[in-house]
């Protein structure tokens, strides 16, 4: 196959699966500002705000254009919902390409961010700075296998004095039905909606914010999904219905224990060394342990939630366990099982950081609500794509991860997208050569900002793409 006939085809799959999104917007004219945000979220710069992006689309008229762009983000009418169940028709049947949907992720990002009028800032957690500072809390639902994980549903967290101040929700456009939700509420609603959309189901995961929320475990088996989340060392357990199996606690006055006092009671018998995933040098690997219990959030000994799996984590040396899990998968299921499904979130840090990285995520500077949901949904479909890419070219065995490397140079007059070392299916790696093709739309080159007319004199080798 030609260069340009390759080309012309990489175009015209981004163009196909613009188109349907576009779709869902149900207005002609919507068409080209939603290629040209998606192009400019997945361009090179440091910056993927509106005005970058509108001096990438047309240089000569960046006011005007910047003007329509900001129009499109923070007024249009179309619908979040209805753009990011086209991103599932389209990503989806790529996923199960590479196995079974297998888990529902849900989890929360922190996006850093100056002043305080910006929908939903207050001072809280941020995971990306790693302490409490000013910020907006984002909550998702990923849908994952082996192999890929894509958000499909993500809403704002918006914290209890915005929800109660309607002066600032009126001045950043807060709709009337929005009120003060916590996080682990508003992952259930996500939950409860993807399976009324007929998402493949998948075994809930979730850390210790929504493990340790009685309601949300209650919400989560009340819909018939079962659920491995992460529960702080103070969660209350009592003995199961299974005499034999509550023997343990026999000896102690208190039919209550906490998961950190059950963990203790384990005879060293009960320990087991446990692989759970390949890594891209070693195995990884720990040593576990599980019980069955019952849960009393009341603190009364009563089990409210029925028998289910305790999952504990505890390395040689520590001087306490590292992690605790509850896990509602069948009391037969082994141990290796048992680890590897309490140990599925690992997809969603790299989900996270690939975002706000590749994507720009984080990039957003307007202050409304409306603004800061679409632009979000159009990260997630730009993601999507990459996605996209990255089920089509990556081999349908799996296998260990393979150490980065250097790619050989076959031709020096074309030399690789990345020369680093990289991943060749990584989100990164598909991002570059889709780059190649969207410059080659533009009136200038992203990156040195050379004009058209004068960018066919120029190779490809001299397109810096970092």
């Not at 910020?135 to 994952?144: D, F, I, T």
């Not at 590292?322 to 840090?349: C, H, Q, S």
């Not at 991860?401 to 007059?413: G, K, M, Q, Y």
Request: charged letters at 25%; hydrophobic letters at 40%; glycine letters at 8%.
């Amino acid at each position: 196959m030609s260069a340009q006939s390759c080309q012309s085809s990489e175009e015209q799959k981004f163009d196909e699966y613009v188109d349907a999104l576009a779709a869902a917007m149900n207005h002609p004219q919507q068409k080209e500002r939603l290629h040209g945000y998606c192009s400019g979220l997945l361009l090179p710069g440091e910056r993927k705000s509106m005005e970058p992006i509108a001096a990438h689309l047309d240089p000569d008229r960046v006011q005007a254009m910047h003007h329509s762009v900001q129009h499109f983000i923070t007024e249009g009418t179309w619908s979040d919902e209805a753009v990011l169940a086209r991103v599932r028709e389209q990503v989806l049947p790529a996923l199960h390409e590479h196995g079974a949907i297998r888990f529902w992720i849900v989890d929360e990002s922190g996006l850093p961010k100056k002043g305080r009028h910006s929908v939903g800032v207050a001072r809280q957690y941020c995971g990306e700075l790693g302490k409490v500072d000013n910020c907006q809390v984002m909550v998702s639902l990923s849908v994952a296998n082996d192999v890929a994980c894509l958000p499909i549903a993500a809403r704002l967290y918006l914290p209890e004095a915005w929800a109660g101040d309607f002066a600032r929700r009126d001045t950043v456009h807060v709709p009337l039905d929005i009120r003060f939700q916590t996080k682990p509420a508003i992952a259930l609603e996500q939950i409860r909606q993807a399976q009324a959309a007929g998402v493949a189901a998948g075994v809930v995961l979730g850390d210790e914010v929504y493990g340790g929320n009685p309601t949300f475990r209650q919400g989560v088996t009340a819909l018939g999904l079962p659920y491995a989340v992460a529960v702080p060392a103070t969660t209350r357990v009592c003995p199961p219905r299974d005499g034999r199996r509550a023997r343990r606690w026999r000896r102690h006055a208190k039919p209550v224990l906490t998961v950190r006092d059950a963990a203790g009671r384990l005879p060293r018998s009960a320990w087991r060394w446990v692989t759970w995933r390949e890594g891209s040098a070693a195995d990884l690997t720990g040593r576990f342990a599980m019980i069955r219990i019952g849960v009393a959030p009341d603190g009364d000994g009563v089990a409210r939630e029925g028998e289910q799996t305790l999952l504990v984590e505890w390395p040689v040396g520590e001087r306490d366990p590292i992690g605790y899990w509850l896990v509602t998968l069948p009391a037969t299921t082994p141990l290796n099982t048992v680890v590897a499904t309490a140990k599925g979130r690992w997809g969603i840090e790299q989900n996270y950081r690939d975002l706000k990285q590749e994507v720009g995520l984080g990039a957003f500077e307007g202050r409304s609500w409306r603004g800061f949901h679409h632009h979000v949904t159009l990260c997630i479909a730009a993601y999507g794509y990459l996605m996209l890419c990255r089920c089509r070219t990556m081999p349908l065995a799996g296998g260990r991860a393979a150490a980065p490397s250097f790619p050989h140079v076959i031709d020096p007059r074309e030399p690789p997208v990345r020369p680093e070392r990289h991943n060749p299916h990584s989100i990164a790696t598909q991002r570059r050569r889709l780059i190649i093709h969207l410059a080659r739309r533009l009136p200038r080159c992203p990156c040195c900002h050379t004009r058209k007319y004068q960018m066919a004199k120029i190779t490809q080798p001299e397109m810096s793409l970092q």
